[in-house]
């Protein structure tokens, strides 16, 4: 288990992991039994098993009983931990197990939790944030243009680009264009900048044709 730990949480002073071992340690140190009120946790995430392709482990070294808040305070460091350190499946997973903890409405889950109006506005920021993961984004074929939509943390699909990179590039071509007069290349921001004039301006004066000195308004 302690490989497998630190193989889950590999950043070790973060203020989120260390907020959430000391709940887990104290805990350990002082176990509770199973009762109406306690409730199981798993101190490695059954998600992140899963996600690595490897078996849930079950054993009592990594299974402790915690109470209904010290449950939902350890929930809420997962999520925070994962989004901390930009790990963006494991965030989307932890927050729908904590989702679920406030949602569920089955026999099961019908606790007396006495969950109080700062943890659900806790639970509303994290769910702003995770509906903002959960977002897509356009993606450009760089041979045929077709369009394919993925979730904003996955990779870009090999031969696609994103649609901020190819407003990007236009803007950096219009911005890059560059101006000779008597001599001195600059582009047209910094012509505007040393005219005290606006950009858009001078460009606005080439495409009505005029020659260069006209466009700087130097004629």
Same mark, same amino acid.
């Given at each position: 288990?302690?490989?497998?730990?630190?193989?889950?949480?590999?950043?070790?002073?973060?203020?989120?992991?260390?907020?959430?071992?000391?709940?887990?340690?104290?805990?350990?140190?002082?176990?509770?039994?199973?009762?109406?009120?306690?409730?199981?946790?798993?101190?490695?995430?059954?998600?992140?098993?899963?996600?690595?392709?490897?078996?849930?482990?079950?054993?009592?070294?990594?299974?402790?009983?915690?109470?209904?808040?010290?449950?939902?305070?350890?929930?809420?460091?997962?999520?925070?931990?994962?989004?901390?350190?930009? &790990? %963006?499946? #494991?965030?989307? !997973?932890?927050? *729908?197990?904590?989702?679920? @903890?406030?949602?569920?409405?089955?026999? $099961?889950?019908?606790?007396?939790?006495?969950?109080?109006?700062?943890?659900?506005?806790?639970?509303?920021?994290?769910?702003?944030?995770?509906?903002?993961?959960?977002?897509?984004?356009?993606?450009?074929?760089?041979?045929?243009?077709?369009?394919?939509?993925?979730?904003?943390?996955?990779?870009?699909?090999?031969?696609?680009?994103?649609?901020?990179?190819?407003?990007?590039?236009?803007? &950096? %071509?219009? #911005?890059?264009? !560059?101006?000779? *007069?008597?001599?001195?290349? @600059?582009?047209?921001?910094?012509?505007? $900048?040393?005219?005290?004039?606006?950009?858009?301006?001078?460009?606005?004066?080439?495409?009505?044709?005029?020659?260069?000195?006209?466009?700087?308004?130097?004629?």
């Amino acid at each position: 288990m302690t490989k497998q730990f630190y193989k889950c949480f590999k950043h070790k002073s973060n203020k989120w992991l260390l907020e959430y071992m000391d709940i887990i340690s104290k805990r350990i140190q002082k176990p509770l039994r199973k009762k109406p009120g306690v409730e199981s946790h798993h101190i490695i995430p059954r998600s992140w098993f899963r996600e690595n392709g490897l078996k849930v482990d079950n054993s009592k070294e990594n299974i402790v009983n915690l109470t209904v808040s010290e449950h939902l305070d350890a929930h809420f460091s997962l999520v925070r931990y994962f989004s901390s350190i930009g &790990d %963006r499946k #494991m965030f989307s !997973k932890m927050f *729908f197990a904590l989702h679920m @903890m406030f949602n569920m409405t089955n026999s $099961r889950m019908q606790r007396i939790r006495g969950y109080s109006d700062k943890d659900y506005d806790r639970y509303e920021k994290l769910k702003r944030r995770h509906s903002f993961e959960m977002r897509k984004r356009t993606v450009y074929s760089l041979k045929t243009g077709l369009k394919k939509r993925i979730k904003f943390f996955d990779k870009t699909p090999r031969g696609y680009t994103s649609s901020f990179d190819i407003g990007k590039k236009a803007r &950096d %071509r219009v #911005m890059s264009v !560059k101006i000779t *007069f008597k001599g001195r290349t @600059m582009t047209r921001r910094e012509w505007a $900048r040393l005219l005290g004039t606006n950009e858009s301006t001078i460009r606005t004066r080439q495409a009505k044709g005029l020659d260069v000195r006209h466009s700087l308004g130097l004629g």
